[in-house]
């Protein structure tokens, strides 16, 4: 399916058919009891939407990230105290409370995952995409994190060690993906542009510059 | 609860499908749910715990067959008829049953940012955390009917503590309306070959975010 953002509420149909699916009919369905009621305002429904689909996302992280990269007195701070360095940038909200970062070196690589559900730091990633939420993902990240990392296109040395961290509790984890060679003179914005989500949930690295597909 | 929610570790479900380009909501009425469950959340009915635990407690065939976010609607109705915010007929019936009064204010516009601000599960409250970071600590072999943030693939395994997160609400209790009952909360790293035996691949390890009382020296 494409869906661009400038039509973020009309896709209430099945992939391949005009018919409503039988979700939307009964969310909408949901909705319209719950205004009569009045219980939700569906003014305030459309502003939570505007928030998670325009103003947060990967780019939080990606600008946290670059500045980690540049900033080395920033860089310590957010790895002593997440929370609070991210907290600086103004990054904070709902499934961001309490915020652990991991950095990635050449013989140490990080994983995020939530076996039991869904939980991904909202403030700094946006809402994760299906594939973290999927069961192929949560079942096999903790079971077998190597497979899972080549199937995304990563074969990582038998001497690097990965660590995963499955989401138990309301601490969200970050993971500071490595500085790709090559980017020695870029400004923290033209680094922040390199970053991709699934760097940040530990599910790729980042390729050496000029080589990055922005996600 | 030993449910379909906990699968950390099962095989069988395929390779992990990345999608391209991927939109923040896949269709209009995904992103409607998402907004309606987070306004009747500002209602205070209910706590994150007990919203995880609505979805845990869908039959596991069912669980499956669902997307991510037909479960939760599933959960948000689930909780909205325990509370009593709505009724069973009335979502059947998509209108209010006669006679239903008319509550107010529901959330306002200018009261979203609000509503998505922090909620913290970390508690102000004096305690006296049993480990330090380095200590060897063994789970519980524990299988409760309720909530529980212990997976069943980190149940009776040895680990080392590597953080002391300070003290969280218990999901346990919180998720039954039975307290926030905030306790010590640890970051524990286990081997790979002590969660997934012999065979695991060296230089692998998980670790999770343990409560104190799922916890006991090693």
């Known amino acids: 399916m494409t869906h661009g953002h400038e039509h973020p509420h009309s896709h209430d149909h099945d992939e391949h058919s005009d018919v409503p699916s039988d979700a939307a009919l009964r969310v909408k369905a949901l909705e319209s009891l719950l205004v009569e009621k009045g219980l939700v305002d569906p003014a305030a429904l459309d502003a939570i939407i505007e928030t998670y689909e325009r103003k947060i996302g990967p780019r939080n992280g990606a600008k946290i990230v670059a500045r980690a990269w540049t900033d080395p007195a920033f860089k310590q701070r957010l790895l002593d105290d997440a929370t609070a360095a991210i907290a600086e940038m103004g990054f904070v909200g709902r499934q961001g409370e309490h915020m652990v970062a991991v950095e990635n070196t050449p013989k140490v690589h990080n994983m995020v995952v939530c076996t039991l559900c869904s939980c991904y730091p909202w403030p700094v990633l946006g809402l994760p995409p299906v594939w973290y939420k999927s069961e192929p993902y949560r079942s096999r990240a903790v079971i077998n994190p190597r497979g899972v990392l080549r199937e995304f296109g990563l074969d990582l040395d038998t001497d690097v060690e990965v660590r995963v961290w499955d989401s138990t509790s309301e601490i969200r984890y970050l993971v500071l993906p490595e500085r790709p060679a090559g980017t020695e003179g870029l400004s923290e914005e033209q680094l922040a542009d390199l970053v991709t989500r699934d760097s940040m949930i530990g599910a790729e690295k980042l390729k050496p510059a000029g080589k990055g597909a922005r996600q | ?218």
Not at chain 2, 3 to 9: L, T
Not at chain 2, 94 to 116: C, F, I, N, W, Y
Not at chain 2, 136 to 160: D, Q
Request: charged fraction near 25%.
């Open chain 2, 1 to 218: 609860m030993n449910g379909i929610h906990d699968m950390g570790g099962m095989h069988g479900f395929g390779p992990v499908e990345r999608e391209a380009n991927e939109p923040v909501f896949h269709a209009g009425w995904e992103a409607r749910l998402f907004a309606v469950r987070h306004a009747m959340g500002a209602w205070g009915k209910w706590n994150i715990d007990g919203s995880r635990y609505a979805r845990e407690i869908i039959p596991p065939a069912e669980y499956l067959r669902m997307s991510y976010y037909e479960r939760w609607l599933a959960g948000l109705i689930t909780q909205m008829i325990e509370v009593g915010l709505v009724t069973r007929e009335e979502v059947q019936n998509g209108h209010p049953s006669p006679g239903a009064k008319k509550a107010t204010p529901a959330l306002a516009p200018d009261a979203v940012d609000r509503v998505l601000a922090r909620s913290p599960s970390l508690r102000d409250v004096p305690v006296s955390p049993r480990f330090k970071p380095g200590d060897r600590v063994r789970t519980h072999n524990m299988n409760p009917e309720g909530h529980t943030r212990l997976p069943r693939y980190a149940r009776a395994k040895t680990g080392t503590v590597v953080r002391y997160h300070g003290a969280h609400v218990f999901p346990d209790t919180s998720a039954h309306g039975r307290g926030e009952n905030p306790q010590p909360l640890y970051c524990v790293r286990f081997e790979g070959n002590e969660l997934w035996g012999d065979a695991a691949c060296a230089r692998e390890a998980v670790h999770l975010d343990l409560w104190e009382s799922y916890l006991e020296p090693a």
